[in-house]
């Protein structure tokens, strides 16, 4: 418990600073000026209340402080004077937040320690996105991707020969004659099977890897994501009682409007149910649709053999297998998706899992006022 709440406090505080970057740009002021200007009182409640500013989106609520605090435009613009690629609020949230802990590294993470460093000199080069110390860092990240792609290179490779081999040594042993009758069936109904998987591998593969390019480009709509839910949903119940699983859908009558781009909303859902049906070996399944505050509630619930405490926190990483006691197949890369798809929609999904007994996906988008 003790670990789950530092976590939480790492992560409210890297919501906080990741805020104040986004302030600071909006109004193009020092990230030291924003803070000042905020005061300790307002950093307090932005930490305090981190996780829930952060289920909102980040634009609202920093025009909601912009107009609370009074900040006015000034003259420091970092981005526009920038003359390599220039990092996210998120990047620079990650930045303070390694440099606030250090600070704070004999004491609790606070406000006190956070407003010790935006008003260091350490600040002054952290803004100046120009900086060798910057892109020293940067440097150091491009080499680290390169060595993460390389692995997944391998990896993927790996991942689609392996079944392809399997796959031929099946077609090969029913067209040479090696088996026949009811034996050549199975065969041939086990690589036909084995094609599926490959294909479906494939499909995800392709996904990821769109994902992942300069070129991929969502189409944002506003949407009634409440019987867009139940459209995508009808067509699993037949796999739901194939496969003899008991399901429990609730979807509200009333109209959730929410921005989704549909292509990947189905997607979501696609590869979640997926990961519960390869995974999960639960015989029970629950989906449930409603209203949290100002966003609208996914939930996806199984009964099957849970994610060890280890897994939970590498569950969204590309290529992470969680094989203890589910099922290996299964690309590493679904749940990647599904939480690339989601911050791309401006939502969040979490994870909580009881070894042995259920696991439960909750995702958040932000709901639209009704026309």
């Not at 803070?35 to 932005?46: M, Y």
């Not at 910057?134 to 792609?149: C, F, I, K, M, W």
Request: with cysteine; hydrophobic share 35%.
């Amino acid at each position: 418990m003790q670990e789950g709440r530092e976590n939480q406090k790492e992560n409210d505080l890297f919501y906080t600073c990741s805020l104040i970057d986004y302030i600071a740009r909006k109004t193009t002021n020092t990230r030291a000026a924003v803070v000042n200007a905020l005061g300790k009182r307002r950093l307090e409640k932005i930490y305090d209340l981190a996780d829930v500013y952060h289920s909102d989106n980040i634009d609202r609520v920093s025009d909601d402080f912009i107009e609370e605090t009074g900040i006015t435009s000034g003259t420091f613009d970092n981005v526009g004077t920038c003359g390599y690629s220039i990092p996210t609020h998120w990047d620079i949230g990650k930045v303070y937040k390694r440099l606030i802990k250090q600070v704070a590294e004999y004491e609790e993470i606070s406000v006190d320690a956070l407003i010790r460093v935006y008003n260091s000199f350490l600040s002054e080069k952290i803004d100046d996105y120009n900086s060798s110390v910057y892109y020293e860092n940067r440097l150091s990240t491009v080499r680290q991707a390169e060595e993460t792609n390389r692995q997944l290179t391998t990896s993927l490779f790996h991942d689609v020969r392996t079944p392809l081999t399997t796959l031929i040594g099946y077609l090969d042993a029913a067209h040479k004659g090696i088996v026949t009758g009811e034996e050549r069936d199975a065969y041939v109904e086990t690589a036909r099977q084995k094609a599926h998987d490959l294909k479906e591998y494939i499909d995800i593969l392709f996904d990821w890897f769109k994902l992942n390019s300069n070129e991929f480009a969502m189409e944002i709509h506003r949407v009634e994501a409440a019987e867009l839910t139940r459209k995508l949903l009808i067509d699993w119940i037949p796999i739901f009682e194939d496969k003899q699983m008991e399901y429990h859908i609730e979807i509200p009558q009333q109209p959730f409007w929410v921005k989704l781009d549909t292509d990947g909303y189905m997607r979501i859902w696609n590869n979640l149910i997926q990961n519960v049906l390869a995974h999960s070996h639960g015989d029970k399944i629950e989906i449930l649709l409603s209203k949290q505050e100002k966003n609208m509630k996914l939930v996806l619930a199984d009964n099957g053999v849970g994610i060890e405490k280890e897994d939970l926190k590498h569950i969204f990483e590309r290529l992470y297998k969680c094989d203890k006691g589910r099922s290996e197949k299964g690309s590493g890369l679904g749940l990647s998706i599904v939480h690339q798809l989601v911050e791309k929609m401006d939502g969040t999904i979490t994870v909580e899992s009881i070894c042995r007994k259920e696991t439960t996906f909750t995702m958040l988008f932000p709901m639209e006022h009704e026309r």
